[in-house]
Nanobody
């Protein structure tokens, strides 16, 4: 099914923005397009949690903690999903993972570190 490759993480000051990108270069379009794509995060000492997800039809779902600050989007023609993160706070510091779900199968990327600190 092909790997998921995240990019865009880094160090940002509180109040700043980052845009994460997830690519599925070896996933065929007919598999990527119907997949539910999501972003999860895991902070040190905490369980992995859903941040946002988007269906093939563009229906989105967000964790309460990021509503109004984060925006998930997808580009099926490029087999990519994005997470625009604005108004970042230290609480958002975590490893962010891209996720693809289809027909009971779940696939994960390797994760990208986001650190919010002054």
């Amino acid at each position: 099914q092909g790997p998921l490759v995240e990019s865009g993480g880094g160090l940002v000051q509180p109040g700043g923005s980052l845009r994460l990108s997830c690519a599925a270069p070896r996933t065929i379009t007919s598999v990527f397009n119907p997949s539910i794509m999501g972003w999860y995060r895991q902070a040190p000492g905490k369980e992995r949690e859903l941040v946002a997800s988007i269906t093939k039809d563009g229906i989105t779902n967000y964790a309460d903690s990021v509503k109004g600050r984060f925006t998930i989007s997808r580009d099926n023609s490029r087999k990519r999903v994005y997470l625009q993160m604005d108004g970042l706070t230290p609480v958002d510091t975590a490893v962010y993972y891209c996720n693809r779900y289809l027909d009971g199968q779940t696939y994960w990327g390797q994760g990208t570190q986001v650190t919010v600190s002054s």
